[in-house]
T-cell receptor, first 110, second 110 residues
Framework: TQLLEQSPQFLSIQEGENLTVYCNSS?????LQWYRQEPGEGPVLLVT?????EVKKLKRLTFQFGDARKDSSLHITAAQPGDTGLYLC??????????FGTGTRLKVLA | DVKVTQSSRYLVKRTGEKVFLECVQD?????MFWYRQDPGLGLRLIYF???????EKGDIPEGYSVSREKKERFSLILESASTNQTSMYLC?????????FGPGTRLLVL
């Protein structure tokens, strides 16, 4: 069974700081997704990465897929309180199969 | 916008009760999912459905059943609720590789 490990588990930072969270697998990803879940809501898809070495940007968020497709990172520049939430990575292999990581809980203090 | 709604945001039930969690999506998606989310364990798939009246077990189906009589509605049934089923339950529908989640139902079994 593929395991997705996310680190750190918890992160509390001041507004304006930069941060990086990581997602690592015991085996090669087919494709990888990042979600953000705000308190009291369901996860919302941020990005899907497919190709090893791929980098995608979404405003202040930069997503990177490792060359060997066994790891991914999410970097947030100049974090804002609105970035607070649970960040989840998920491996997808086909239409039905999603394996989620345990998440990184981020709190950005104003 | 895709909308996935869940019948209740919070539920409190007694041990042994039969519990119904309802999920409705408005985008004509064929695939629907039920997950439970627990701290430190991430999202775990209970059941999914790829068509009306079609269902497949996920990773943790024990103690649960599902019903999909109409395309837009996917119900999760706890036949006899137990305290270890206290959790956050998330419903999702998907199109291609993108999952759309409902806001979740927080269930407490006493």
């Amino acid at each position: 069974t593929q395991l997705l490990e996310q680190s750190p588990q918890f992160l509390s930072i001041q507004e304006g700081e930069n941060l990086t969270v990581y997602c690592n697998s015991s085996s090669v990803f087919s494709s990888l997704q990042w979600y953000r879940q705000e308190p009291g809501e369901g996860p919302v898809l941020l990005v899907t990465v497919v190709t090893g070495g791929e980098v995608k940007k979404l405003k202040r968020l930069t997503f990177q897929f490792g060359d060997a497709r066994k790891d991914s990172s999410l970097h947030i520049t100049a974090a804002q309180p609105g970035d607070t939430g649970l960040y989840l990575c998920a491996e997808t292999s086909g239409t039905y199969k999603y394996i989620f990581g345990t998440g990184t809980r981020l709190k950005v203090l104003a | 916008d895709v909308k996935v709604t869940q019948s209740s945001r919070y539920l409190v039930k007694r041990t042994g009760e039969k519990v119904f969690l309802e999920c409705v999506q408005d985008m004509d998606h064929e695939n629907m999912f039920w997950y439970r989310q627990d701290p430190g364990l991430g999202l775990r798939l209970i059941y999914f459905s790829y068509d009306v009246k079609m269902k497949e077990k996920g990773d943790i189906p024990e103690g649960y059943s599902v019903s999909r009589e109409k395309k837009e509605r996917f119900s999760l049934i706890l036949e006899s609720a137990s305290t270890n089923q206290t959790s956050m339950y998330l419903c999702a529908s998907s199109y291609r590789e993108t999952q759309y989640f409902g806001p979740g139902t927080r269930l407490l079994v006493l």
